[in-house]
């Protein structure tokens, strides 16, 4: 059974940087499409970005476009979102999401797998 794991979440500032980290233990990800999610408090779950198995296609919310970045080591079982210029309504607890799959629509399906979260904080 696969076990993910989150970090990296914080208190920042507006404009501010966090590198967030998805640790997988119990099972390699190298074949499977992964993504971050989020949800702040008393809103709906939004998807913010996905990446495939290869790392080589990414897609992003419109919300965190050009300003996140998804990335994967699959030798290190491990995906990363590289956060920067963030605003306060990015305050929210990520989450990481593994096993989904992408429509030709590039919508992305959740997979059943997820780990518990990280809050991260940005004050204005």
């Known amino acids: 059974q696969v076990q993910l794991v989150e970090s990296g979440g914080g208190l920042v500032t507006t404009g501010g940087s966090l590198k967030l980290s998805c640790a997988a233990s119990?099972?390699?990800?190298?074949?499977?499409?992964m993504a971050w999610f989020r949800q702040a408090p008393g809103k709906e779950q939004q998807f913010v970005a996905y990446?495939?198995?290869?790392?080589?296609?990414?897609l992003y919310a419109v919300a965190v476009k050009g300003r996140f970045t998804i990335s994967r080591d699959n030798a290190k079982n491990t995906m990363y979102l590289q956060m920067d210029n963030l605003e306060p309504e990015d305050t929210a607890t990520y989450s990481c999401?593994?096993?989904?799959?992408?429509?030709?629509?590039?919508?992305?399906?959740?997979?059943?797998?997820w780990g518990s979260g990280t809050l991260v904080t940005v004050s204005s």
């Open positions: 999401n593994l096993g989904g799959s992408v429509s030709a629509a590039d919508i992305y399906t959740q997979g059943s797998h």
């Open positions: 119990g099972q390699s990800i190298k074949d499977y499409a």
């Open positions: 990446i495939n198995w290869s790392g080589q296609k990414s």
